[in-house]
């Protein structure tokens, strides 16, 4: 089943590139370099098929069920090739799949409210919800489909047509994902396109585009909104984090430190929302570094495919760079690895799981996103130091709080300048909870029917009582 302009046109397919396993570094696939001015034609086929999309809610809806099944029922191809693009253990990519058809399930089953304003004016005045028209989503190579997922399932249970584009790191996934909605959803629904920049730009700024919603890095989120800008679309931008684990001084490190080790290292730290940094109370420090760099030196590091991998590669090549350089400032500034802090040697793109110690709070580890298997793990005397530093970077999506006093730690959480917090959990999130970020973390709202309604406009009609 076609999925893109590149399939549909015969000439296109010539123009491709590689797709790299981060767990070889050698190329394994390729796929369509779709040039930005194919997305005419993608836009305004995308605007046709909008008009029998948003006609029929019922249809909608039993669409989207069935495209969650359509994708179940693929969930081994689906995770094998995930793994292999992206990198992650392939138990991480059979829950990707699971989430991004529970995502299908979720929204398919909402419905925008219809609302009476009651004011006491003699009319009947309704509040109803209209889709947008044809929207775009721009995603990252982290969580390809999972990410994808939450952008297409609220925008197609609202009405709206979409035109996805995957991280050029991760299009085949997505390709394949496309082409088995594509057998389930009318023509056009969903198109996904893949390419090098500028097609993201060009996607972006595109004029026949109502809505632009982006998951990213905070410049390119910056760039997304500029380029949006030229056509007035709506935005919404789920961008960067550093988020910190605040460690209260009743906290039982035994008990949480494995939590807490995969709340960093899950999907090789490559998780928004992973925690980025701890902050211990001295009097336990050594203990949290110890229980932690005992996790980093022993976790079983590997390909994605070998069943027996629990933390894969990083994804790319420019990634493993920033990782490596953010790690050596930190040893330069006079941090310590107590465990890892280089790259692993062989082939792939493999970096020691790696925790720091005696890192001084200035150092990029620590103020910016290093976005990988790296854990800094700082010190304070008095709380109010740890909640400043916790507050003290220009992110804010997540955080948490862990200790044995639930009341004292959820009130120390409240404290924190972040979307969502946790209390001895971190990144674990309802896919019926709103989600923003706070800061340059990001604008707008995903999540729940926060999602759907950013999907939406409203349209209001007034009508009096009587004839
Ligand atoms: P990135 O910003 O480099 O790329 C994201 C997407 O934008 C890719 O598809 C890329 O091809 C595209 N792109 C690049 N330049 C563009 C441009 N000028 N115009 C339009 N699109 C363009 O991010 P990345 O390296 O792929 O992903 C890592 C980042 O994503 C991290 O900062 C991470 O925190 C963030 N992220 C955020 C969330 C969240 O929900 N807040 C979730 C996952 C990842």
Same mark, same amino acid.
């Given at each position: ?100 058809? @529970? ?6 089953? *909402? =419905?925008?409210? &219809?609302? !009476?304003?009651?004011? %006491?004016?003699? +009319?009947? /005045? ?55 909605? @594509? ?6 629904? *969903? =198109?996904?396109? &893949?390419? !090098?920049?500028?097609? %993201?730009?060009? +996607?972006? /700024? ?262």
């Amino acid at each position: 089943m076609p999925t893109s302009e590149a399939d549909r046109v015969p000439g296109l397919q010539a123009v491709r590139f590689a797709v790299v396993d981060p767990a070889t570094g050698e190329a394994f696939d390729e796929a369509p370099d779709q040039q930005p001015d194919e997305l005419d034609a993608v836009v305004d086929r995308a605007h046709r098929a909008w008009y029998g999309w948003r006609a029929d809610p019922v249809a909608r809806t039993a669409a989207l069920r069935v495209a969650a099944g359509a994708v179940e029922a693929a969930g081994d191809d689906l995770a094998r090739l995930l793994t292999r693009e992206q990198g992650k253990p392939l138990a991480e990519s059979y829950a990707e799949v699971a989430r991004t058809a @529970a995502r299908l399930r979720y929204f398919a089953d *909402l =419905t925008p409210r &219809t609302r !009476r304003i009651v004011d %006491g004016r003699p +009319l009947r /005045s309704e509040i109803r919800w209209r889709p947008l028209g044809p929207v775009a989503a721009i995603v990252p190579w982290n969580f390809p489909l999972q990410l994808a997922a939450a952008k297409f399932a609220p925008a197609l249970a609202a009405g709206n047509t979409m035109v996805l584009k995957p991280s050029p790191f991760t299009p085949l996934a997505t390709r394949l994902l496309g082409s088995i909605l @594509a057998t389930v959803l009318p023509e056009d629904v *969903l =198109t996904v396109v &893949t390419g !090098r920049e500028p097609l %993201g730009a060009r +996607l972006a /700024s595109h004029p026949g585009i109502r809505h632009v919603t982006f998951t990213g890095s905070v410049s390119t989120g910056r760039a997304v909104a500029e380029a949006a800008a030229a056509s007035l679309a709506r935005v919404t931008l789920e961008l960067g984090g550093n988020d910190a684990a605040v460690l209260l001084d009743d906290v039982d490190v035994d008990r949480i430190a494995d939590r807490l080790f995969w709340a960093a290292f899950r999907n090789c730290g490559q998780v928004c929302m992973a925690v980025k940094r701890v902050y211990a109370p001295a009097r336990l420090h050594a203990e949290v570094v110890e229980a932690l760099a005992q996790r980093a030196k022993t976790v079983a590091v590997g390909a994605g495919l070998d069943p027996d991998t629990r933390l894969g590669p990083v994804n790319n090549v420019p990634q493993l760079a920033r990782i490596e350089q953010v790690t050596q400032q930190a040893l330069v500034d006079g941090a310590r690895a107590a465990a890892g802090g280089h790259r692993l040697d062989g082939p792939g793109y493999f970096f020691a799981p790696t925790i720091l110690t005696d890192v001084p709070p200035g150092t990029p580890v620590v103020t910016q996103e290093q976005f990988g298997p790296v854990l800094p793990v700082l010190p304070y005397q008095c709380l109010d130091e740890a909640v400043d530093a916790a507050n003290g970077t220009g992110f804010g999506l997540g955080g948490s709080v862990w200790g044995t006093d639930l009341d004292r730690a959820e009130a120390v959480a409240e404290r924190l300048e972040c979307g969502t917090a946790w209390v001895n959990h971190h990144a674990e999130l309802s896919l019926a909870q709103p989600f923003a970020g706070v800061k340059n973390s990001g604008v707008g709202v995903a999540g729940g029917p926060w999602g759907l309604y950013g999907n939406l406009r409203p349209f209001v009609v007034h009508r009096p009582q009587e004839a």
